[in-house]
């Protein structure tokens, strides 16, 4: 009933792994009554930490989605060693993680994986080629994924090769509903509209589990009072079937001049994403709730500030 309180897990309890739990160190949870737990378990150090998705609504019912020593698939002769980060939307997870075996290095050694069904798949591996940018373009980093509640998954990451620099070796790329991947965005990118300046660090995501996102970035050598942008674009709408569409439009710039439907014409002076640090797995699994909406202060010329309130 309303008000009720239902022991989903406690440590010290018997858990689907087949030992005892140690410890929680972290929980997600999706909107229909599941959540993962990233566990530590009563086991030998080979084998005790796991992520593992129980049912709120039947606390007998627990999934082991991945457990430290067991094979990483899509990594030859590699095995989960640590869980850095995970997120849950809808019936889907997403995880982050590091592997060790034969031929691993630091420069391979972590993945990003896709559990949807009964099997993890994976999306990305530091050291593989990105898909759908040239020969040579490798994964360097993976910092940070968010899930479409059906189906794909939206990854910010940094990447090395030929021509890649400091200025332009971050990208945010999309696994979508079909096969084909695309780079929504690169560091270094011409930011449209007629300008001339490059997008510069991506400092705020936001995404809708519908398909929608958003992007505050700087621009690489605009002036002070225009160096701000604000973009948006639309992954999984039936519209967007061409993956160029699927690429985010500009929609705000410092320094440009806005009516605020108010009769009053006012230059736009600052752009601020307010919330936590950027950070889509947990701890903070999502950098807003759902990582659905963006709150933003915008200042104005005429010294008047507004608050917006922004769904992707």
Not at 109 to 123: C, P, T
Not at 165 to 184: K, M, S
Not at 266 to 280: E, H, M, N, Q, R
């Amino acid at each position: 009933g309303a008000g009720m309180a239902v022991s989903v897990m406690r440590e010290g309890g018997m858990t689907a792994a087949g030992v005892p739990l140690a410890s929680i160190q972290r929980m997600d949870a999706n909107e229909s009554g599941r959540c993962l737990v990233h566990a530590t378990l009563q086991a030998p150090v080979t084998s005790n930490t796991a992520l593992i998705r129980a049912d709120t609504n039947n606390m007998m019912q627990q999934t082991v989605i991945a457990r430290k020593g067991d094979m990483a698939p899509g990594v030859p002769n590699g095995v989960f060693s640590s869980f850095i980060g995970e997120t849950y939307v809808g019936g889907n997870i997403s995880f982050r993680a590091t592997v060790t075996g034969q031929g691993i290095t630091a420069a391979n050694n972590e993945g990003l994986w896709y559990f949807k069904g009964n099997n993890n798949n994976l999306i990305v591996r530091t050291g593989d080629q990105v898909e759908s940018m040239p020969t040579g373009i490798l994964w360097s980093k993976i910092l940070g994924a968010w899930m479409h509640e059906d189906s794909g998954i939206m990854v910010y990451g940094r990447i090395k090769g030929p021509g890649v620099a400091p200025a332009n070796d971050t990208i945010l790329w999309l696994v979508p509903e079909v096969p084909e991947r695309v780079v929504l965005l690169r560091e270094g990118d011409l930011i449209g509209g007629g300008s001339t300046y490059r997008l510069g660090p991506m400092q705020r995501i936001a995404f809708n589990p519908g398909g929608g996102y958003m992007v505050l970035a700087s621009l690489l050598g605009a002036p002070a009072y225009s160096d701000t942008v604000l973009l948006s674009g639309e992954t999984y709408d039936s519209l967007t079937d061409n993956p160029i569409l699927r690429r985010p439009v500009l929609r705000m710039r410092e320094g440009t001049l806005y009516d605020r439907q108010e009769g009053i014409v006012s230059k736009l002076t600052s752009i601020t994403w307010s919330g936590p640090a950027f950070d889509p797995f947990q701890k903070a699994a999502h950098p807003h709730p759902m990582g659905t909406a963006a709150t933003l202060q915008l200042g104005y010329s005429n010294g008047t500030k507004e608050i917006v309130w922004s769904v992707p």
